[in-house]
Structures are given as structure tokens and as C-alpha cells.
């Protein structure tokens, strides 16, 4: 499993759009993490930023804040995980995700950050989404 996480001086960054860094690790399938390193993101805009987490093949981010688009990219285009809202160290945010402890910050649908139905309805998980509340036509479940 790869995570990444928005980084900044050792800490999880302010924004996912701004990111100059990313801290990558990989994990073995018991936890362990097997090696991690910072990496020059080199790139701007939503799309390039979520090119780059497909290219190093990263399932799982951990950020401060996302924009909307953004947002849509990472859950309905990419499939990674979301975890938004994190704040502090880079390294003890991977460790309480590997701990099950970021539950409450993992976002599943658009609507988590911007509004809407707060009955998990992902009529709102992207703006041009013609699920129409039907989440499993557009892989999530409520």
C-alpha cells in the first residue's frame, strides 16, 4: 500500500492544490512501512497533482485541505482514499491511520466537505454525477 501525504517541514501541508511536497511511504500488507521519502511534487493544478499520486501508485492521501475539484478528481476519478482535515506531524498522521484512528476524518463522498444531504445521499459527489443518490453506479456506498 502507498500513502501520501501533503508535506511541509515535516508536517501534513495546509493544501492539497499547493503542495510543493508530498512524503510517500509504502507499506508491506502487515502495516510495517517498508521505506518513505519526500518527493518534489514539480507540478500545479488539480489534475497534474492527481497524475502524480497515479503515478506512484498512491491509494491513500492524508491533507490538511482539498478544494472541490480536486476533491471529485481523488474519489470519482482516482480512486484514493481520503483523509482531509489532518493537522500535525506527517509521520504520527500515518501511524494513526495505520491504527484506525483517522476514521472520522475520511472523506467517502463530495458532500462531506461542501454541503448537502447529510443522510449520505452522494447526489453531490461530483457535479456532472448521474448516480442520482444510486452511490453504487458510481462505486461508493453508503
Given at each position: 500500500m502507498n500513502i501520501a501525504v501533503v508535506y511541509d517541514q515535516g508536517a501534513v501541508g495546509a493544501h492539497?492544490?499547493?503542495a510543493k511536497q508530498m512524503?510517500?511511504?509504502?507499506?508491506?500488507?502487515t502495516g510495517v512501512i517498508l521505506e518513505s521519502h519526500v518527493l518534489d511534487t514539480n507540478v500545479?493544478?488539480?489534475?497534474?497533482?492527481?497524475?502524480?499520486?497515479?503515478?506512484?501508485?498512491?491509494q491513500t492521501l492524508i491533507c490538511q485541505n482539498i478544494g472541490k475539484e480536486a476533491c471529485?478528481?481523488?474519489l470519482l476519478e482516482c480512486n484514493i482514499d481520503l483523509y482531509a482535515g489532518i493537522s500535525g506531524?506527517?509521520?504520527?498522521?500515518?501511524?494513526?491511520?495505520?491504527?484506525?484512528?483517522?476514521?472520522?476524518?475520511?472523506?467517502?463522498?463530495?458532500?462531506?466537505?461542501?454541503?448537502g444531504d447529510s443522510?449520505?445521499?452522494?447526489?453531490?459527489?461530483?457535479?456532472?454525477?448521474?448516480?442520482?443518490?444510486?452511490?453504487?453506479?458510481?462505486?461508493?456506498?453508503?
Open positions: 492539497f492544490g499547493h512524503k510517500l511511504y509504502h507499506l508491506a500488507p500545479t493544478g488539480h489534475v497534474a497533482m492527481c497524475n502524480f499520486l497515479r503515478e506512484h501508485q498512491v471529485s478528481i481523488l506531524d506527517a509521520d504520527q498522521a500515518v501511524q494513526l491511520l495505520k491504527e484506525g484512528k483517522l476514521k472520522d476524518f475520511q472523506i467517502k463522498y463530495y458532500n462531506q466537505i461542501y454541503g443522510q449520505g445521499s452522494c447526489t453531490t459527489c461530483k457535479e456532472d454525477c448521474d448516480c442520482e443518490g444510486d452511490c453504487s453506479s458510481c462505486h461508493f456506498e453508503n
